[in-house]
């Protein structure tokens, strides 16, 4: 059965691949034809993830999930949240966002923060939706090379290291996408056609 992961993120692609089998083809937006930027308006994760999705259903007829990922942090009550991507504006980048996080964050001694992932997904007439989260708390200064985004500042709960410490597959075992993907994967799993 074909469906189709609303991003053209190959890492991602790859990731959710390997851990569906054969039952699944799963495809990128690429691979549907999809080329243009899918909408994105949405001031929540799940509203913006349901809006990828829809759009995808909507104009190519495919079952399909997408996800979206972000940073929430308790001092800044829950900022930059679904703004993760473009906290420090445009033009968009990993150095200017934590560097904004960071300066935000200098008078705050509570530094708890937590990533959140929610996947939408749609099949045929029906709609559902998978969450993850990781929680942890932002250093004051960056660590480590791996990873992406915040990584670098984002210590997870039980962990001496950061995530851009972690080899990947540490970080998919305990990360917010790798709990949501997880979810998803069981449900796909299960499914009976
Ligand atoms: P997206 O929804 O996966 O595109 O994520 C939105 C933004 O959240 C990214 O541009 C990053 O700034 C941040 N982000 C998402 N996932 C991670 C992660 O695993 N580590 C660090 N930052 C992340």
Redesign the pocket.
Same mark, same amino acid.
Do not use: I, K, M, Q
């Given at each position: 059965m074909k469906i189709c992961f609303a991003t053209n993120n190959k890492k991602k692609i790859e990731e959710v691949k390997a851990a569906l089998g054969p039952k699944y083809t799963l495809v990128s937006l690429e691979e549907i034809g999809c080329n243009e930027e899918l909408p994105e308006t949405g001031d929540t994760l799940d509203a913006n993830a349901f809006q990828k999705a829809r759009y995808v259903k909507e104009h190519y007829g495919v079952d399909c999930f997408a !996800? !979206?990922? &972000?940073?929430e942090v308790e001092a800044l009550h829950g900022a930059p949240g679904v703004y *993760? &991507?473009r906290f420090a504006g445009e033009p968009r980048g !990993?150095e200017r966002?934590i560097g904004l996080l960071l300066e935000k964050m200098s008078n705050h001694s509570n530094r708890k923060a937590r990533?959140r992932t929610v996947i939408a997904l749609i099949l045929g007439e029906k709609e559902y939706a998978f969450e993850g989260v990781a929680e942890g708390e932002i250093l004051d200064k960056k660590v480590g090379y791996g &990873?992406? &985004?915040? !990584?670098p500042v984002?210590r997870p709960v039980g962990f001496e290291k950061t995530?851009a410490e972690l080899t990947l597959e540490e970080k998919n075992q305990i *990360?917010?996408?790798g709990k949501a993907v997880k979810s998803l994967i069981e449900f796909l799993s299960q499914r009976k056609f």
């Open positions: !996800d !979206d990922t &972000g940073l *993760s &991507g !990993d966002n990533f &990873g992406f &985004g915040y !990584d984002f995530f *990360s917010h996408r």
